[in-house]
C-alpha cells in the first residue's frame, strides 16, 4: 500500500490549494514507481501534488489498493506526460499525449 507519508520531501511538491487547473498526468501503482515519478518532476522543476487514490479491491481478500495520482497545473501537463512516457514510465501516465 502506497501513502503520502511515505514519499520523501521535495522542493517541486506543493500545496493542492497552490495549484492552478490541476490536470492528472499519472497514477503510480507502487511505492517505487511513485519514487520515479517524484524525482523525475523535481529534477525537471516541475510543480506538482501527489494524492493517495484508491486503485480497486484484490480479488483474493477483498482488500482496497491504493497508489498514488500525480497532478500538475494544466499548462505543464503534456509536456509532464511526455516525459514519463520517455523515461520509460508510459503504463501509469493519465491522459491524451499529443504527437
Do not use: N
Amino acid at each position: 500500500m502506497v501513502v503520502a507519508t511515505q514519499l520523501p520531501s521535495s522542493v517541486a511538491r506543493i500545496d493542492p490549494e497552490s495549484l492552478q487547473d490541476p490536470e492528472q498526468i499519472y497514477l503510480a501503482a507502487s511505492l517505487a514507481a511513485a519514487r520515479r515519478v517524484e524525482a523525475l518532476l523535481t529534477s525537471h522543476g516541475m510543480d506538482y501534488v501527489p494524492q493517495v487514490e484508491e486503485l480497486g479491491r484484490t480479488t483474493l481478500f477483498g482488500s482496497v489498493r491504493k497508489g498514488v495520482a500525480f497532478f500538475v497545473g494544466t499548462t505543464q501537463a503534456e509536456s509532464c506526460r511526455r516525459l514519463l512516457s520517455e523515461a520509460g514510465l508510459g503504463r501509469g501516465v493519465v491522459g491524451i499525449l499529443d504527437r
